[in-house]
């Protein structure tokens, strides 16, 4: 039977059962189909989100403010720059204020301490909209669009070629939970962080997933159903831009990479891409890339965590 996540935060996939993703995927689902055939659902009348952006967003913003919306609340767009935290009021106050407002707070910033600070001190449900460690929104969405395109999650293969960062820590969670197999291929010194691969594992025997950290990226996507990648530098690592391009130049998804992995593997990644770097035109724009459909899935994902928390 579903339980109620009515008032829980969503900080981590890790912090979830596998019934409870698959309650929200399932919700997700519901309200996508109610939703292409013309019916609305609105079950957050007179609810507000507050959403706090200390860094940009173009999908995850204009999701979050279109999935309120639908439901029939109300999103309010907080920019860090406008905020007193900027002048150093402290999370732990600014989160009490807020939780004397709002219904819900969705944040993306630097560190994930400070989501979970936030947590701390708020009194209503807090959402991860991305930190330097986890992006577990993005992944929600992301099971949604393999459930599509591959009409099941356990005993899939996800190669995620590229940064051992945010994405990839939030893809092992995700996975895991499932039981998706995931392969990580990674340069030395950018693998995955030890303590996100053991939370994983654990969940792993479990579930049955099978969940391994490689340097090979023709080894990691042998096999694969879904080849998913990432930009090298992310939000944050502006200044190690070019110097990253040497390095992960192996790890670009291309046709050749493909062609190593399933005839009929999916190609997925969180957006926005660097073109002709992490991943060139041909494979974006390609036959076997989902990206557009997984960007959309971010709405449908959304709907579904605002719905049950706050609803
Ligand atoms: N994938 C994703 O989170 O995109 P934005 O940075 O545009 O929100
Ligand atoms: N790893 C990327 C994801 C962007 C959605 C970043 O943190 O910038």
Redesign the pocket.
Known sequence: MAVSLRGRDFISLHDFSTEEIWQFLETARMLKLRQKAGLEDRPLVGKTLGMIFTK??????VSFEVAMVQLGGYPLFLSSQELQLRRGETIADTAQVLSRYLDGIMIRTFAHQDVLELAEAASIPVING?TDLL?PT?VLGDLLTILEKKGRLEGLKLAYVGDGNNMAHALLHGGAKVGMHVSIASPEGYKPQPEIVAEAQADAQKTGARLEVLTDPAEAVRDADIVYTDVWASMGQEAEKESRVPIFQPYQVNSALMARAKPDAIFMH???ARRGYDTTDEVLDGPQSVVIDEAENRLHAHKAILALLLG
């Open positions: 940009p967003s173009t999908r995850t913003r991305l992006h993005q969180c957006l926005p």
